[in-house]
């Protein structure tokens, strides 16, 4: 099989899909994100989509959405930080969480609404149960099992760590053009593993249909390559909404302008393993190449980016947020709260690997932290 189909049914298959099971975030899971280390990475996204609201004009509806929600946290951290702004938060109509694990919706709704796993009650009539909920505050809360179901409204979007887990294609380049990494059954009895991955001896339809562009005529033999179509699919569609209906998008994940070589790997009790090991329940994730979702979103909106992490935190004043939470911290709160803060942004942890790059509506106003990049305008060659 395809590397792309082997990834969507160990991550997604509704059975036994890894993120179908539920909650495998935090220190008891796998993997840590940025809105669990600390809530000033939520605060200041929602700051910064803040600025992006008045950089577009402050329309009095608007819709907040997310790919990739996880547990609710960056959603609940940038809600708390822009309920302060009254015009904003008035503007609000709703939030939508893009989100296909009914596991993952239940952690969210708990999260972001008060409503605690344990008094679940699946109704409705679809297969997900849980398709919305109102927050004490009084937003109301609606799930999503892909982008393209978001209501046509203006609309702040971000994804933290999304396009990471989408699928791709793997190909080598040999001496007779490029071939596609396929998964097999292993043949070996002393492998550890039952999977194995072969070269396909012939081209095969992805190859022709991805690799086989004159973009890649340069590489040689032996040169590696990763392709996600379903990642240029949903930037493209997140542009294409944008320029319908206005707003902004916001993605951030660890990744490069120009990706090459093998990135695909597994990651189990925060600790990196092999790809083939006990697949359904090992995280697979995969560079992201910015350079090509800019691609996708062609010239429906203006793209910025990718700049690291740590500019984007350090743009949206991440330490007068840390001076201030200080204040009023003591003991090992102040500990953890540096200790937070270097996490995030040192280039020897989160700061570099992770990048962030933007879309907003053609001419409107440079936003934050982008302001050194140019808006890409025209459609590259890819």
């Known amino acids: 099989m395809s590397v792309a189909h082997f990834m969507r049914q ?8 890894y993120y179908m099971k539920g909650d495998v975030f935090g220190a008891e899971g796998d993997f840590i994100t940025s809105p669990e280390i600390s809530q000033m990475f939520g ?6 989509f803040l600025v992006q609201w008045q950089n577009i004009g402050k329309p ?22 822009v309920s302060r702004f009254k015009d904003f938060r008035n503007a609000i ?11 993952l919706r239940r952690v969210q709704r708990e999260r972001l ?34 982008f393209d179901d978001l209501p046509d409204e203006c609309s702040l979007i971000v994804a933290h760590e999304f396009f990471d887990a989408l699928p791709i294609y793997k190909f080598e380049k040999t001496e007779e053009g490029w071939r596609e990494l396929v998964v097999d059954l292993e043949v070996d009895p002393a492998s550890p593993y039952h999977l194995r991955f072969v070269l396909a001896p012939g081209p095969t339809q992805a190859s022709k249909a991805f690799a086989e562009h004159p973009a890649y005529d340069h590489f040689k033999p032996g040169d590696r390559i990763e392709i996600s179509p379903d990642s240029f699919r949903v930037a493209h569609e997140i542009a294409k909404h944008i320029h319908k209906n206005t707003g902004s998008a916001l993605i951030i994940d660890y990744g490069k302008d120009h990706v090459q070589g093998d990135t695909l790997r597994g990651i189990h009790k925060h600790a990196f393993t092999h790809v083939l090991t006990q ?18 979103a062609g010239e429906l909106v203006d793209s910025y980016g990718s700049i690291t992490q740590a500019h984007l935190l350090h743009s949206l004043g991440i330490g007068a947020r840390l001076d201030m939470l200080l204040a009023k911290a003591a003991g090992h709160r102040r500990e953890t709260l540096i200790s937070s803060y270097h996490r995030l942004v040192d280039p020897k942890e989160m700061g ?31």
């Open 93 to 103: 109509s709703g939030i939508h969480l893009i989100e296909a694990s009914p596991g």
């Open 113 to 146: 609404c008060g409503i605690p796993v344990s008094e679940e009650q699946i109704g409705g009539g679809s297969r997900e149960g849980i398709t919305s909920a109102v927050r004490p505050d009084g937003l109301q809360i609606s799930w999503h099992d892909v």
């Open 60 to 81: 009095s509806s608007i819709q907040i959405a997310e790919l990739g929600p996880g547990r609710g946290t960056l959603m609940m951290d940038m809600l708390r930080a």
């Open 43 to 48: 605060e200041l996204l929602g700051i910064w």
């Open 279 to 296: 697949p359904g329940r090992v995280d697979l994730s995969a560079d992201v190449d910015f350079e090509y979702l800019k691609q996708a």
């Open 352 to 382: 570099s690997v992770y990048r962030a790059m933007a879309m907003t509506p053609r001419g409107s106003p440079i936003p934050i932290a982008f302001e050194l990049q140019q808006p890409r305008l025209k459609s590259s060659k890819l």
């Open 10 to 17: 160990v991550l997604v298959n509704p059975l036994s899909g």
